[in-house]
T-cell receptor, first 115, second 114 residues
Framework: AQSVTQPDIHITVSEGASLELRCNYSYGATPYLFWYVQSPGQGLQLLLK??????LVQGIKGFEAEFKRSQSSFNLRKPSVHWSDAAEYFCAVGARRGGADGLTFGKGTHLIIQP | KAGVTQTPRYLIKTRGQQVTLSCSPISGHRSVSWYQQTPGQGLQFLFEYFSETQRNKGNFPGRFSGRQFSNSRSEMNVSTLELGDSALYLCASSLSRGSPDTQYFGPGTRLTVL
């Protein structure tokens, strides 16, 4: 069965500093990987996704993520954070169609931005 | 194009009651999935519907059920509510099932069971 680990429950970053959120996955084949963001009281917004090809993917709001098969990781990065980036971030792995489990999410990382 | 819509946004029920939540997918999307989000368990997959048929189901009791209509709108039902059913219920739609696809989420329905 697939699984996702986000080791950091909370991360505090100063506004303007760089950010890296960690994500490790377990899946038996090449995974489909996603990063979503959730603001308080809201649904999930897709930041970026990896299906195949170039291992460095660009997303919205200046985010990028790099797929590293050897490390089973899909870390999210942003060179300079803004106060509006404060939110909950979820990494998810998707089964290939025909699989049974939908998206499997990590527990999330709560990002706090210090002024 | 309008996003995924969910109604109602908030619900308060008491134990033992049943509840029905509704989800309208993005126009043209034929697959609808439901997720439960709680502080303790995080985001968990409930089930997926495509072409009015349940295709996949997560590890939830039979009190949780759903259906999909010919216009791809979906409903989920929870019978005999328990306190532990208090959660944010998220609906997601995607274009199809035939290839790697992206799920787009609605704002959720916040269910409180008293």
């Amino acid at each position: 069965a697939q699984s996702v680990t986000q080791p950091d429950i909370h991360i505090t970053v100063s506004e303007g500093a760089s950010l890296e959120l960690r994500c490790n996955y377990s899946y038996g084949a090449t995974p489909y990987l996603f990063w979503y963001v959730q603001s308080p009281g809201q649904g999930l917004q897709l930041l970026l996704k990896y299906f195949s090809g170039d291992t460095l993917v660009q997303g919205i709001k200046g985010f990028e993520a790099e797929f590293k098969r050897s490390q089973s990781s899909f870390n999210l990065r942003k060179p300079s954070v803004h106060w509006s980036d404060a939110a909950e971030y979820f990494c998810a792995v998707g089964a290939r169609r025909g699989g049974a489990d939908g998206l499997t999410f990590g527990k999330g990382t709560h990002l706090i931005i210090q002024p | 194009k309008a996003g995924v819509t969910q109604t109602p946004r908030y619900l308060i029920k008491t134990r033992g009651q049943q509840v029905t939540l509704s989800c309208s997918p993005i126009s043209g999307h034929r697959s609808v999935s439901w997720y439960q989000q709680t502080p303790g368990q995080g985001l968990q997959f409930l089930f997926e519907y495509f072409s009015e048929t349940q295709r996949n189901k997560g590890n939830f009791p039979g009190r949780f059920s759903g259906r999909q209509f010919s216009n791809s709108r979906s409903e989920m039902n929870v019978s005999t509510l328990e306190l532990g059913d208090s959660a944010l219920y998220l609906c997601a739609s995607s274009l199809s099932r035939g290839s790697p696809d992206t799920q787009y989420f609605g704002p959720g329905t916040r269910l409180t069971v008293l």
